[in-house]
Antibody, heavy 118, light 107 residues
């Protein structure tokens, strides 16, 4: 079945870096835009970034622009998020999602926790 | 940047009652790109409605989306126990996605 599985989360010190991955299966990964969304503790959902099907186009929320980089490997059916200069405000559960019809997010991973703390 | 404001923050209702959730945009948005999600604790969000009013696959017809311009709504005609959750609206424009702050529907 259609599935997204995130990995790579954990605890990192302020100013540190972390890389998240998302393994996709059950659909033709190379045909779809993909996105990262996060939910900070006790708060709502925040869009982080998305990447086009070929990887040629990316965009980021202002809060992460210049610090995060999204990429994809259409051979390995995987999505990545490189995060640098992390701060407490980046502590969140990060979700990988498939961008479906009309920019709706129709498949979501279960999420992975990232904690930024000294 | 479009800001989506959802109201009320919390809706306290009983099973069988009707819920009406509001999503107001800071400027006119295309209804084509207005989406609603349901989010329960410990689970990923679930797509409910896209294109402002089209139910996603498998979504029961008690969920209905409506609206245009700056005012959108999600209506749950008769609340079932499994409908108690947080609901988010989301829009796409200018190569970015934005979410509203969410409405919690509680018993």
């Amino acid at each position: 079945q259609v599935q997204l599985v995130e990995s790579g989360g954990g605890l990192v010190k302020p100013g540190g870096s972390l890389s998240l991955s998302c393994a996709a299966s059950g659909f033709t990964f190379r045909d779809y835009y993909m996105s990262w969304i996060r939910q900070t503790p006790g708060k709502g959902l925040e869009w982080v970034s998305y990447i086009s099907a070929t990887g040629s186009h990316t965009n980021y929320a202002d809060s992460v622009k210049g610090r995060f980089t999204i990429s994809r490997d259409n051979v390995k059916n995987s999505l990545s998020l490189e995060m640098h200069n992390l701060g407490a405000e980046d502590t969140a559960t990060y979700y990988c999602a498939k961008v479906g019809i009309l920019y709706s997010l129709d498949v979501w991973g279960k999420g992975i926790a990232v904690a930024v703390s000294a | 940047e479009v800001v989506l404001t959802q109201s009320p923050g919390t809706l306290s209702l009983s099973p069988g009652e009707k819920a009406t959730l509001s999503c107001r945009a800071s400027q006119s948005v295309s209804r084509t790109y207005l989406t609603w999600y349901q989010h329960k604790p410990g689970q990923p969000p679930r797509l409910l409605i896209y294109g402002a009013s089209t139910r996603a696959t498998g979504i029961p017809d008690r969920f209905a989306g409506s609206g245009s311009g700056t005012d959108f709504a999600l209506t749950i005609s008769r609340l079932e126990p499994e409908d108690f959750a947080v609901y988010y609206c989301q829009q796409h424009d200018n190569s970015a996605l934005t979410f509203g702050g969410g409405t919690r529907v509680e018993i």
